[in-house]
């Protein structure tokens, strides 16, 4: 199939955008959140217009409806990412609560004093904090597996901190400063093999990767669906069954209980167990709907698509003077990250966004990394399916445009 | 509202030849803060003498309008007596949240900033050399 | 103003419903979840047509825009509840989820062994629950505040409950089972002179009742956006300065942090601190727009409606035979559970379903209550501003039907 | 779907004259079995003998759908194979999950409800007296 992201444009009414000055929106800032195709509108819109009632509670026709397209929104999820069964998807806000589920639910109710958590240098601020504060909690140790220089993860150093005091690894399928994919199935069966669960970030790879959670062997994986064509407020937690089983709940109240009394009360089963009170319903349609249109596209075709252009980025971002690019990864996403000798970063996007260019400038809730790669701030494009090379050729001439003002004068 | 009101030639001016600015020692600095969204980051020594504030010094990583802020900032307060400074502050301050226009008598050469406020998400960058001015004088005026 | 239910009907998509029989939808489920008027679903397109970016984070225009309609929504909400300062406004999932943030960030960091919280017996599971966590995980005991016959609290039993050990009042502003409004002024006061903090569970009382959390003197409050005309996924946490300071927060990562190091980080100042994770931008701007449709409608003018709607239900109720009405408060909400002598409430409300009307059944989210009033499940109609005499007359009419149905064959 | 093929006089009559029914005392039941969505509750007690279920009693607190199901179930079951429990078991909740049709030969009056799989919020009404029944199986045959 071939690959036409003018016409996908189409889909989403906001990229039809035509700013004051005529020029159109050219929008850059994917892997901070992405636009919303007409078909994911339309499937919030109709639950609202249609069949607003609450889930798993009522027996009238809108609750009965609204629960039937809640639980095969979890069906299309699970799907989409090879889950063995809809019972292991749990909704969430993000990624940042799925991961905060289980830092708490389980981190902190298996972990002992002496074990430890493995991250990584490059993970999202989501996917560190966390683990900080259930390693304090508990008198664990967290470690940073560290980046080398063309912005891969040390794997050397990776063995040696794999140690049988490792409980946890937690890492980023790919990094949303780097665009580095990591190396997930081979990191998953080196800590499997050394005795450790895997958490996986998803939020920045199932939006673009072809995954199969199952064939990974992954424990925990997360994501956003605002990250992937989605709706806000809403994103998933996958597990295994047994750790669903296992794990306490984190929020508790409505909808996730099987029988209360007035001092203690038992769980429902999971997923339900871990989604207290009224769920982001429109949310969880919304993102099936999402799912159902990046399914339609095919995720293979998508990566080809993505590999292409950001060949066809790097190559146009390579020959802009003083420009220098953060993460050579041979293996990465449709992220790339700059800075412009002499310019700051929130500088460069205020002229892009000027010249109808959105960009991300700041330092992308990676403080760490960024402090490794000496600077307090980047630049970052970061590109989706309907992005093509007449962006990348903006980019590159408002980067020039930039360059020229700066510098000149 | 262009942005060559915002990248006045005043303002890359202060951005590229910082005034009072040099690297503080461990220690020196009065004030060390940061702007987590952006990563701009700024230090600044100062002390008083008499009813005056004097010796201010800056160290600032940060884009070329929070850098020109506190370079303009410097230069504005250094040797004025704390009182002027204050006023100075709040006026400056009042403006870059659109709570009234500049007056150039008020601001002097600060009065390049103001264009700032149309631009919500970098009025931050704008006033924090004057935040850390302020928690500083707290400092030294306990 | 004179009050108009049929002319706001038309604001909602969903109330123009009609079923295959010819049946117009009556929507009589309001306390679990309302419908949402154009206005909302407007707001909330808007954003994902047109400002589809993330907030805080990027200078864009599409982020600069979302950022604005974002922290806009925030003062919409802070003003519609007399909250002093937007900053207090904290956004959450929904009141289940801020019951647990106070749970977790206040109760588990200032409650000590010995110490008491004190419920009711009327609260929704989600303001129960998070509570006997608490108390359990901290050594603390948690107490009931008993219900009269009438539905009322045991005002006696109250203060006699009431002792120094007492660290936390969490009250329902009003029941959503037997309708009852809490004289939350009153218990406020009572428990401020007794030493104790108060948090208020909006989730009933906000979308019907004028209320100023300022007045009041409300610690903590929390609400739901889904059951006030707002989307899915959306709720508020409010409480005083002192306390969002002094609280931990609960979920940790992007977006509340300060400083990043590789072990430890710091926080952002609130509401910041306790909105880890890209937030429900979306549902926000929803919320706000809700917040704007009631402002408009006038929460007096509201009030009076469902007053005098109520009156005229619980008269046309009273008179079908064996039937039951739980709950006689003087002081109600346009929420009525009831229960037609031998036959079950889910039966009812599936005779009810196939004439259009939705009602629920069950326990309601309120096990310890519905043991108290000697029944597994009720059933219960709920009202709100689109609600109508006539859909009081056919909900009458159809619970004669099922009565006939029944006690006839 | 007519909610007449759902509230059949068979189904009904079930209801109201519930069968093998009766108060079980303490200790007396093989599984105490609550549907938390409805406040739907039922205990089983029953024993062996031989190859065959016998003695089965339920004592339910349900809607029409779950009190009926439990009382045509009892009546099914009471005397039979356990063998045969198990394929009627399997058959009837292939029927109300949708999976097969029904066939009077295998469910006898059961059949009656078959309607409710048209009605997904009710199947966990007539599907939870069999799952107590499958609980109460596993306990007596380990
Ligand atoms: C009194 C009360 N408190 C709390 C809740 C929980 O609200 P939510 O499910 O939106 O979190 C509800 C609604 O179900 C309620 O009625
Ligand atoms: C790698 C990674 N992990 C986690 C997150 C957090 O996602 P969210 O903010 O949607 O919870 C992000 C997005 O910002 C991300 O890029």
């Known amino acids: ?409 | 509202m262009q942005l060559d009101d915002l990248y006045q030639e005043v303002i890359l001016d202060h951005y590229r030849h910082p005034r009072c600015s040099g690297e503080l020692a461990e220690g020196e600095a009065l004030v060390d803060e940061e702007n987590p969204l952006c990563g701009d980051h700024l230090k600044l020594a100062a002390h008083i003498a008499g009813d005056k504030l004097t010796g201010v010094k800056i160290q600032c990583q940060g884009c070329a309008i929070c850098t020109a802020s506190a370079s303009m900032m410097a230069e504005a307060v250094n040797d004025l007596p704390l009182a002027d400074i204050r006023k100075k502050s709040a006026a400056f301050l009042a403006v870059l949240r659109g709570e009234r226009a500049a007056s150039e008598e008020e601001l002097g050469d600060l009065v390049a900033l103001r264009g700032v406020a149309e631009f919500p998400l970098r009025v931050k960058c704008a006033t924090m050399p004057w935040h850390a001015l302020e928690a500083a004088l707290k400092r030294l005026t306990p």
């Open chain 1, 1 to 409: 199939m071939s690959f036409e992201p003018l016409k996908l444009r189409a889909d989403f009414p906001a990229l039809g955008r035509v700013f004051d000055d005529g020029r159109r929106l050219v929008y850059l800032d994917n892997a901070a959140t992405t636009q919303k195709p007409r078909d994911v509108l339309k499937a919030t819109r109709r639950y609202y217009e249609e069949s607003a009632g609450n889930v798993h509670r009522a027996v009238h026709r809108l609750a009965a409806e609204a629960t039937g397209l809640y639980e095969e929104a979890r069906q299309k999820i699970a799907a989409f990412i090879g889950a063995p069964s809809p019972k292991q998807i749990v909704f969430t806000h993000g990624a940042t609560e799925g991961i905060n589920l289980v830092a708490h639910g389980w981190a902190r109710k298996f972990l002992n004093a002496g074990d430890e958590l493995l991250v990584t240098e490059m993970e999202h601020h989501s996917n560190l904090i966390p683990w900080q504060q259930a390693a304090r909690a508990k008198g664990a140790t967290l470690r940073l597996v560290p980046v080398l220089a063309d912005g891969t993860l040390d794997r050397e150093a990776f063995r040696r901190l794999l140690t049988p005091r490792v409980k946890l690894l937690a890492v980023t399928h790919a990094s949303n400063v780097l665009g580095t994919i990591n190396p997930i199935a081979e990191l998953i069966r080196e800590a499997h093999a050394a005795g450790a669960r895997v958490l996986v970030d998803g939020a920045q790879s199932v939006p673009h990767l072809p995954l199969n959670v199952a064939a990974l062997d992954a424990d925990f994986l997360v994501f956003s669906g605002h990250k992937m064509l989605g709706p806000t407020g809403i994103g998933v937690l996958y597990a295994k069954p047994e750790l669903l089983d296992a794990m306490d709940p984190l929020l508790t109240g409505g909808e996730m209980i099987s029988r209360v009394w007035d001092d203690h009360a038992t769980w429902a089963e999971p997923p339900q167990k871990f989604e207290a009170g009224t769920p982001h319903i429109a949310g969880a349609i919304g993102l099936g709907a999402a799912v159902d249109y990046l399914a339609k596209l095919g995720h293979d075709a998508l990566r080809q698509h993505e590999l292409a252009l950001t060949a066809y980025a790097l190559e146009k971002l390579g020959a802009v003077p003083d420009l220098k690019i953060f993460g050579r990864a041979p293996e990465r996403l449709g992220v790339v990250s700059f800075a412009l000798e002499g310019v700051h970063p929130h500088d460069v996007a205020q002229f892009l966004d000027r010249d109808g260019l959105a960009i991300r400038a700041g330092h992308m809730c990676a403080q760490p990394l960024l402090r490794r790669l000496g600077v307090p701030a980047v630049s970052r494009a970061s590109f989706y399916l309907y992005n093509d090379r007449d962006d990348v050729d903006r980019l590159a001439a408002a980067l020039l445009a930039v360059r020229k003002f700066f510098h000149a004068t």
